[in-house]
Every structure is written in C-alpha cells, then in structure tokens.
T-cell receptor
C-alpha cells in the first residue's frame, strides 16, 4: 500500500456521461498530480494541485476538470465522455509542489467508456 | 522530438541475465533522474532516484547518468521473473515538471 488512495478502482459508463474520480494523498503530502495512461501508452500528465491551488497544467481536455479540497483530497471530473477516454487514471502525491519531487502513485482508477 | 525518449520494447531476457534499460533526453538542464517500475494494471513505484551524473546502486539495481551524452541507464543484475514489468524513466530540473519516457516493457524469456 503506497498510502495514496484512489476510488473507484473500476468504473464502467456510457459515452456522454460524467464521472468523478477521487484521490486521497499520502499523509503529509501537499501536492496531488493526475495522470492518464491509455492501453500500452506512457503516462500523460493532466494537472497538479498544491495545497488547494492549481500549480501546473498538462494535456488536460476542456471536458476534464479537477480540484483539491481543504483536507487535501482531490477529485478529477470527466464529462461528455468519449470512447477514447477509456484509460487508467492515476493520482500521485508528493510533499513539495515543485523542486526535487518524488511522486508516490495510487493504484489507479480504470475507466471503461462503452 | 520528445524531451525524454525510451524504447517501448518489449525486451525479452532470460532469468539470471543482466538487463540494460536506457533513455535519452534532450534538455541539458535536467538534473534529477528517476526510474519507476510498473507492474501490469498497477501504479508506478519508485525504484531509483539520482542527481546529476554518476552511478547509484541499490541491491540488484544500478542507475547510471551520463550528462555529457544525455543518456540514463538502469541495470538489473541476475534478472528474476518478478522483474517482468514496465520500467519508466523520468527527468526534471528545478521547478520544471517531471518529464516521463514512454516506458520499456521487460518480459521473461521462456
């Protein structure tokens, strides 16, 4: 157990729907990162939050949004889902928001869009 | 050109062999380099973390950075079935974001 908790583990939904993925960072970590990993693809950075504020943005679609709450847990909202959104979504956390960061990953949420 | 390039493999290795996994990078400002291991359908886990050039050893694993050629390597000695996984390299500097390679899939040669 890495200490980073992601729910749900698996999610099956239909095109056009909206889902919310949740992440609780490791105790003491202030920064949360969201990554997308499609089948046999590398990690695609989506967005980072540090202590409740957006810190960096990657290749995140406009249909996707995220936030980090005062208790430091984070949610990734995916809307108007398309078949191509089917992927593993990973949350990672780190102590710092920048600099020499070691990321600790959760087990991922597997999203299947039918 | 991607900032961090990594051959996706798969790389097939017999048990007991020495494995060499490699990445190249283009940004000479990168100072910190990491190797993560990812088992199928699991989250990546940190294996090795190095700063600047040189070698770092941890058990059967050795990470090597050659900044002059912008080349980073991970060596695995005495390869075991449990080493079958995807290995991701990553690099960053200062306040820059972590840049990931595509990952190399390592499989056990039957």
């Amino acid at each position: 157990d890495s200490g980073v908790t992601q729910t749900p583990k698996h999610l099956i939904t239909a095109t056009g729907q909206r889902v919310t993925l949740r992440c609780s960072p490791r105790s003491g970590d202030l920064s949360v990162y969201w990554y997308q990993q499609s089948l046999d693809q590398g990690l695609q950075f989506l967005i980072q939050y540090y202590n409740g504020e957006e810190r960096a943005k990657g290749n995140i679609l406009e249909r996707f949004s995220a936030q980090q709450f005062p208790d430091l847990h984070s949610e990734l909202n995916l809307s108007s889902l398309e078949l191509g959104d089917s992927a593993l979504y990973f949350c990672a956390s780190s102590v710092r928001g920048q600099g020499a960061n070691v990321l600790t990953f959760g087990a991922g949420s597997r999203l299947t869009v039918l | 050109q991607k900032e961090v390039e990594q051959d996706p493999g798969p790389l097939s290795v017999p048990e007991g062999a020495i494995v060499s996994l490699n990445c190249t990078y283009s940004n000479s400002a990168f100072q910190y380099f990491m190797w993560y291991r990812q088992y199928s359908r699991k989250g990546p886990e940190l294996l090795m973390y190095t700063y600047s050039s040189g070698n770092k050893e941890d058990g059967r694993f050795t990470a090597q950075v050659d900044k002059s050629s912008k080349y980073i390597s991970l060596f695995i000695r005495d390869s075991q079935p449990s080493d079958s996984a995807t290995y991701l390299c990553a690099a960053f500097y200062s306040n820059y974001q972590l840049i990931w390679g595509a990952g190399t899939k390592l499989i056990k040669k039957p």
